[in-house]
């Protein structure tokens, strides 16, 4: 069973981000562990963060939707968890996969105000409703409650239920995150330079890029390190972003970043890194798909390029379009500027196009990250 349970946080850790161009809602940890009625299970566990992951990706409609999960430190002693979920978590947070701080004091929604995204929860907001007023705006708290078969359903805590809209970031969002910020703390994961070199675990750890670094939190108007409290200094301009999807067979399988800083390779299995669409193609695809087929380049200017490295081939649909006729074909080495609603085609129904280009994600049932879970009897007296 324990066995099971790690299967399911290592699914649930593929969807974890603090990247603010990927993260699409903002959870506590610490109160997502005590849904207890969602599986009738022990009083904590860390696997019902799984539960509201498939919860997001049904409202999305959407694989793989990640999201940003804020740990206050106390959860990291809780002995109402296992002591293996507590080394996960404290794994993740080493990892920068989620914000850990002492205290929440608003983090939730202050990351949720910097980003423009959702907050996941069933807590009242009225000590939140002043500061931020979109607090009462449809689709902005979210409560994760029980549907139909045993699932997990999203519920708008005000208004009506709507169409989810992409993120708007406030203006003072973007002016954090138009900057890399450095902590004085070496071994800060989010805002660090690269830890103790002389530490035994120093090849282990793992580093924020600059490029996906979470907002700073402001205490009295100055950004501030979440984790250890300490003043942020200014280390100069972020490097610009692109958020594209991957979309195949009409379903959006993934979103990935292209920054200035770093081209992203796409294909069937990219060496060295990129964005590996293997698991999702048919035999023929994979046959086709070279292992790097294309390059997605992002220019200083903010021009879009696309780069066939592959032995095949490839294309580009202008605005999307269906029309053959209107397909333009991509031979090996030939670059070409993408224009906004460009879609670049790999292979019939394996598409990539910017992450606003479809209105829908395209899938009725997301692949769970439950899908090993124990059974709900046994997960009342897991230990």
Same mark, same amino acid.
């Given at each position: 069973?324990?066995?099971?349970? +790690? ?7 593929a969807?974890?981000? $603090?990247?603010?161009?990927?993260? &699409?809602?903002?959870?506590?940890? +610490?109160?997502?562990?005590? !849904? ?31 999201? !940003? ?7 990291? +002693? ?28 608003g ?18 907001a ?13 689709g902005r ?63 282990? &750890? ?38 594209? +999807? ?68 490839s ?22 500027t ?8 790999? !292979? ?11 209105? $829908? ?23």
């Open positions: 069973m324990r066995f099971e349970v +790690s299967k399911v946080l290592d699914a649930i850790e969807r974890l981000t $603090t990247d603010p161009a990927l993260a &699409r809602a903002v959870v506590d940890m +610490s109160e997502i562990v005590r !849904y207890a009625d969602l599986d009738g299970g022990r009083p904590a566990s860390s696997v019902r963060l799984g539960l509201v992951l498939d919860a997001l990706g049904l409202r999305f409609a959407e694989e793989n939707v990640p999201v !940003y999960v804020v740990v206050p430190r106390g959860l990291l +002693s809780d002995t109402d968890l296992t002591s293996n979920e507590r080394m996960v978590i404290r794994r993740w947070a080493d990892d920068g996969k989620v914000e850990v701080v002492p205290q929440l004091d983090r939730v929604f202050e990351v949720a105000d910097l980003l423009g995204v959702p907050v996941l929860t069933r807590s009242r009225d000590r939140e409703r002043e500061r931020y007023p979109w607090v009462d705006e449809p708290l979210l409560a994760a409650v029980s549907g139909e078969g045993g699932t997990t359903v999203l519920m708008p805590r005000v208004g009506r239920e709507e169409p989810p809209r992409p993120p708007e970031r406030s203006q003072l969002g973007e002016r954090l995150l138009a900057r890399v910020w450095s902590c004085p703390e070496p071994n800060c994961t989010s805002y660090g330079t690269g830890g103790d070199s002389d530490s035994f675990f120093a090849d282990m &750890r793992t580093f924020t890029s600059p490029v996906s670094q979470p907002p700073p939190a402001l205490r009295g108007g100055v950004p501030t390190c979440p984790r250890h409290g300490a003043r942020l200094r200014d280390a100069g301009q972020r490097a610009a972003v692109e958020v594209l +999807s991957v979309r195949i067979d009409g379903v959006i399988r993934r979103r990935f970043v292209v920054s200035t800083d770093e081209p992203v390779v796409v294909g069937r299995a990219p060496e060295g890194g990129g964005v590996m669409l293997g698991q999702w193609l048919t035999d023929d695809a994979r046959k086709w798909i070279s292992r790097g087929h294309v390059k997605f380049t992002l220019r200083p200017d903010g021009t879009l390029t696309v780069q066939d490295v592959s032995t095949n081939g294309g580009v649909r202008p605005a999307g379009s269906a029309d053959d006729d209107a397909r333009l074909t991509l031979r090996r080495n030939e670059t070409r993408l224009g906004p609603e460009d879609v670049v085609e790999l !292979y019939a129904n394996v598409h990539v196009g910017r992450a606003g280009m479809w209105a $829908t994600g395209g899938v009725v049932q997301p692949q769970s990250v439950m899908a090993e879970a124990p059974t709900m009897a046994l997960r009342k007296f897991e230990r």
